[in-house]
């Protein structure tokens, strides 16, 4: 079964095409370049970053993120 990380060609929040993939960091979203613009600009960017380093540091590689909460 292949990743749908990689098969993907659309983002998961706004539908643009993919020319880039990145995940997101608060859940399992596929995400273009605008949308993860977007996303680190919110306030609790920093503690979805660190609850998915800490997630790696337990050897969690699968970590689901911390939930994308309205803001």
Known sequence: MQDPFFTKTRCDRCGAPLTVR??????????????KEKERQRPDYREAVEADNAAIRRGDRNFKGIGLKKK
């Open 22 to 35: 990145i995940m997101s960091m608060y859940n399992e979203d596929v995400l273009c370049m605008t949308c």
